[in-house]
């Protein structure tokens, strides 16, 4: 069993950056490959980026490549997602899930936290 928390959500400016933390216990994340989804209002679950179990492979959804950064500390089990040049539509409830499967990315995340929530103001 493992359970995620995220944090770092809230209210930002477009154009600027945000960090979210996805905390982790139960289980060493070097177990799990480790993914961001977003939800936006009425509208369906995106992946915004995922890390492999040993770190060296990494995805960035298409609505955000070259602007995410996803890291993995498998000492402190925490996840960090870094979203740069922020737009209105980056708006959404961020989640943090976990997968065992030992193939990347995973097609089933095992493990989700509860989300927080990002409002990007224009």
């Known amino acids: 069993q493992v359970h995620l928390e995220e944090s770092g959500g809230g209210l930002v400016q477009a154009g600027g950056s945000l960090r979210l933390a996805c905390a982790t216990s139960?289980?060493?994340?070097?177990?799990?490959?480790m993914a961001w989804f977003r939800q936006a209002p009425g509208k369906g679950r995106e992946q915004v980026a995922a890390?492999?179990?040993?770190?060296?492979?990494?995805y960035e959804g298409p609505s955000v490549e070259g602007r995410v950064t996803i890291s993995k500390d498998n000492v402190a089990n925490t996840v960090i997602l870094q979203l740069n040049n922020l737009k209105p539509t980056d708006t959404a409830v961020y989640y943090c899930?976990?997968?065992?499967?030992?193939?990347?990315?995973?097609?089933?995340?095992?493990?989700w936290g509860r989300g927080t929530q990002v409002t990007v103001a224009s």
């Open positions: 899930a976990a997968g065992r499967s030992r193939y990347f990315p995973p097609e089933t995340y095992d493990y």
């Open positions: 139960g289980r060493t994340l070097s177990d799990y490959s």
């Open positions: 890390i492999s179990r040993n770190n060296l492979n990494t």
